[in-house]
């Protein structure tokens, strides 16, 4: 079974395929790259989650791996974990409510409010996941995505028997 298409930088940074440069040449011209002129924030987001929208566009931008085509999905991951974040504050602040011990009604809707809190922390939580693992956000993601290295990460070819042919003359 095939693996998923890999970019063609990769392909060659790899070495594991001897294509010609026609075919390097033609994968290239075929390859869809991603379009990072107008990344702005979507106009129904807050002004704390437009900066983090503008901070977290602009880092996906510089690696190369976001582009207008994934606006709305980071729109969604920064609405969801705004969402998380808020829920976890209200479940933090009704479990610090303690409510008489005599007073069985109380308690009964205490654990009712726990409940719907931790349903809605755990459901924020799964939306924020999924939407940072689709763009990159992740460990788990980030170890999937495999950047080809540039031109000033290679080293230069040392020639292994060049030490042997100082000596020779």
Known sequence: MAGPRQPIDLVVANGRKNLTKAEIAERRATEVAP???DLTAPSYLTAAEKRRFNKLAGQLAKIKIM???DVETLARYVSAQTLYERAVKELRAAEKIKPE???LAAMVTRAALLDKLDKRVDRYFKQATAAASALG????ARCK?????GAEDEKPKVNKFARFNQGAG
């Open 145 to 149: 995505l495999v950047l080809p290295k």
């Open 137 to 140: 956000l992740t460990i788990s």
């Open 101 to 103: 011990e005599h007073d």
């Open 35 to 37: 379009c990072a002129d």
């Open 67 to 69: 582009g207008e085509t």
